[in-house]
């Protein structure tokens, strides 16, 4: 089974305007952290936040901010105000306390595209 | 700038060649781990070091093999290489073994390109 996933291969949205991208995980591991990273056409990767399975809130960093529901075992990632800069492929990834090292599984990804 | 230092950038080589990744961690970080990027596999774990010693192993194939030497720094090596061997390589790393609630931090990658 898909320990990641992500259902929308591309979004689109307008600049200045808010923009939600899905991300779904599995896992039976009581402790795990989930991650977004960014990664422009240029291809590095770039963290954006992270969220801890015991967090009780929402992690935020600047414009970016993750929708955290346990129950649901997601963790959509909210671009407040989007710049065309935000333009760039996102990945959700996912650390269980368990996986001998911890390695970070991914997502497909999602293409975003934002538009002036 | 993540800290992570990838060399090179970029790669060129013919099937059947044998070619070295190399990667320096952050300054502190003790993990090392290995991603390929291929536009039909995604992103796909290939092998974790932790201060010297392998810890996990993921999708590697058996033509490729990793070390990570006393200065902490990492090689990857890639050999008999085939066209579905074209990606894109990340070297990673991490202060500790193991450990969920830190990102890991990812160098710029090399991009290998067999023809």
């Known amino acids: 089974a898909q320990k990641i996933t992500q259902t929308q291969p591309g979004m689109f949205v307008q600049e200045k305007e808010a923009v939600t991208l899905d991300c779904t995980y599995d896992t039976s591991d009581p402790s795990y952290g989930l991650f977004w990273y960014k990664q422009p056409s240029s291809g590095e990767m770039i963290f954006l936040i992270y969220q801890g399975s015991y967090d009780q809130q929402n992690a935020t960093e600047g414009r970016y901010s993750l929708n955290f529901q346990k129950a649901r075992k997601s963790a959509n990632l909210v671009i407040s105000a989007s710049q065309l800069g935000d333009s760039a492929m996102y990945f959700c990834?996912?650390?269980?306390?368990?996986?001998?090292?911890?390695?970070?599984?991914f997502g497909e990804g999602t293409q975003l595209t934002v538009n002036p | 700038d993540s800290g992570v230092t990838q060399t090179p950038k970029h790669l060129i080589t013919a099937t059947g060649q044998r070619v070295t990744l190399r990667c320096s961690p952050r300054?502190?970080?003790?993990?090392v781990y290995w991603y390929q990027q291929s536009l039909d596999q995604g992103l796909q774990f290939l092998i974790q070091?932790?201060?010297?010693?392998?810890?996990a192993k993921g999708n590697i194939l058996e033509r490729f093999s990793a070390q990570q030497f006393p200065d902490l720094h990492s090689e990857l090596n890639l050999s008999s290489l085939e066209l579905g061997d074209s990606a894109l390589y990340f070297c990673?790393?991490?202060?500790?073994?193991?450990?969920?609630?830190?990102?890991?931090?990812f160098g710029n990658g090399t991009r290998l390109t067999v023809t």
């Open positions: 300054s502190g970080d003790l993990s």
């Open positions: 990834a996912m650390r269980e306390s368990e996986t001998s090292g911890s390695r970070l599984t």
């Open positions: 990673a790393s991490s202060p500790w073994d193991g450990g969920y609630n830190s990102p890991l931090h």
């Open positions: 070091y932790y201060n010297g010693e392998e810890r």
